[in-house]
């Protein structure tokens, strides 16, 4: 899992059919060094977009919005994230490589002890 800025929305006329009524978000992974820096800020007062790398489609069934951050999934667990009541068994049916699990209200980083 990795935690991100929700930088925008993606629509799609034209999807898979399983990708019908799933929520598409542009985010931006924090480095932990942007998390350092930050600690301890609320979404509104964390990093500035221009200083995160490059941004990543997810899937989105929380209702997360631009400027929030968030926790993202990827691979297996980001399918399984979108689909949370499938039978023992039973494997996910989207095509996703990654999702919100969680939308952060605050966040804390301690700083390295310096031997």
Same mark, same amino acid.
Request: net charge negative.
């Given at each position: 899992?990795?935690?991100?800025?929700?930088?925008g929305?993606?629509?799609?006329?034209?999807?898979?059919?399983?990708?019908?009524?799933?929520?598409?978000?542009?985010?931006?992974?924090?480095?932990?060094e942007?998390?350092?820096?930050?600690?301890?800020?609320?979404?509104? *007062?964390g990093? /500035?977009p221009?200083?995160?790398? !490059?941004?990543? =489609? #997810? &899937?989105? +069934?929380?209702?997360?919005?631009?400027g929030e951050?968030?926790?993202?999934?990827?691979?297996?667990?980001?399918?399984?994230?979108?689909?949370?009541?499938?039978? *023992?068994?039973? /494997?996910?049916?989207?095509?996703i !490589?990654?999702? =919100? #699990? &969680?939308? +952060?209200d605050?966040?804390?980083?301690?700083?390295a002890?310096?031997?």
């Amino acid at each position: 899992m990795f935690m991100a800025r929700v930088i925008g929305t993606v629509w799609s006329t034209v999807k898979w059919d399983g990708l019908h009524g799933l929520r598409l978000l542009l985010v931006r992974p924090y480095h932990l060094e942007d998390l350092v820096r930050a600690a301890g800020a609320v979404a509104d *007062d964390g990093v /500035a977009p221009e200083c995160l790398p !490059d941004g990543v =489609v #997810v &899937a989105d +069934v929380l209702g997360a919005g631009p400027g929030e951050d968030v926790i993202v999934a990827y691979g297996h667990a980001a399918r399984v994230g979108i689909q949370p009541d499938l039978a *023992d068994g039973e /494997a996910p049916t989207h095509p996703i !490589d990654a999702a =919100v #699990v &969680a939308i +952060v209200d605050r966040f804390s980083v301690q700083a390295a002890q310096e031997a």
